[in-house]
């Protein structure tokens, strides 16, 4: 769920999947390798509404949720770098923008089997990666997600992760809000 969640338009949480697939690989090393396939489930997920919204809106659609100069060097690098321009997004940890490289695919008309394709294996690598890490490092990391100061920093990304939800629907509102009153 939190994974379908963080890879749509409304719901920011920067690192809250790859700490949920961390923390449960460190705690129950039997089932580390389910985690990252979960992870990879739900993410496809929110991508799919993502990327289905990116194809609703169309190209035209795109200059409201995506500031113009990011959605040019998008467009670019998802017309001219193939399979790596879609590999990669789907590999990089936050800040990196997920959600607008999404959107671009979808409005773009990248071909959706190619594109999920592409996207669950690189997800699937990222967060088995991760998930393999725990295992190894295990008890160290426990550790330090249970410290105190761990738990603040939580806390300090839950406010972030409220604020940054609060920030995009708002803007996703204004920006339908205002298209709607051009239009009238």
Known sequence: MIAALDATMLVFLPFGVDAVVI??????ED???????????????GAATTYWIGKKIGDV?????????RLNRLKCRVRDSGAIALAVPALMPPPFPLTPFILTCGALNVNPWRFFSIFAAMRLVRFGVEAGLAVVYGRGILRILESDRFQMVIAAFIAIAILGTMASA????RSTHESRVQAA
């Open 23 to 28: 923390y449960l690989a460190a705690r129950n």
């Open 31 to 45: 089932l580390f390798w389910l985690y990252p396939l979960l992870a990879t489930a739900g993410s496809l997920t």
């Open 170 to 173: 708002v803007l996703l509102w």
């Open 61 to 69: 659609g795109l200059e409201r949720y995506v500031p113009e100069r």
